[in-house]
């Protein structure tokens, strides 16, 4: 059982920055992607970034060149730094990983772009 903690999440302006973190309760190989999604209201949740040593990371096209996305194996987090966030950017931000083939999810934070 692989139990994931994110946090980081808030209120900042359009351009601002935000730092999110996620920790998994069990060190998670570093073969296995761990990555984050988000979900805005209304809309479905879908692929920010991930990353698995071996490759290069992938991001989804809207925050490319914004968002970078890294890794600690030695303290099992992976962190989400945003940059020059926009409005649309405003969603719950949920931490993944799969390992052997389970699912799964942290609980979500909230990340608001507004001035």
């Known amino acids: 059982q692989v139990q994931l903690v994110e946090s980081g999440g808030g209120l900042v302006q359009p351009g601002g920055s935000l730092r999110l973190s996620c920790q998994a309760s069990?060190?998670?190989?570093?073969?296995?992607?761990m990555g984050w999604y988000r979900q805005a209201p209304g809309k479905e949740r879908g692929l920010v970034a991930r990353?698995?040593?071996?490759?290069?990371?992938d991001y989804a096209d809207s925050v490319m060149g914004r968002f970078t996305v890294s890794r600690d194996n030695a303290k099992a987090t992976v962190y989400l730094q945003m940059n020059s966030l926009k409005p649309e950017d405003t969603a719950v931000y949920y931490c993944h990983t799969r390992v052997d083939g389970i699912d799964y999810w942290g609980r979500g934070t909230l990340v608001t772009v507004s001035s």
């Open positions: 990353i698995r040593s071996g490759r290069d990371p």
């Open positions: 069990v060190n998670i190989h570093s073969s296995y992607t």
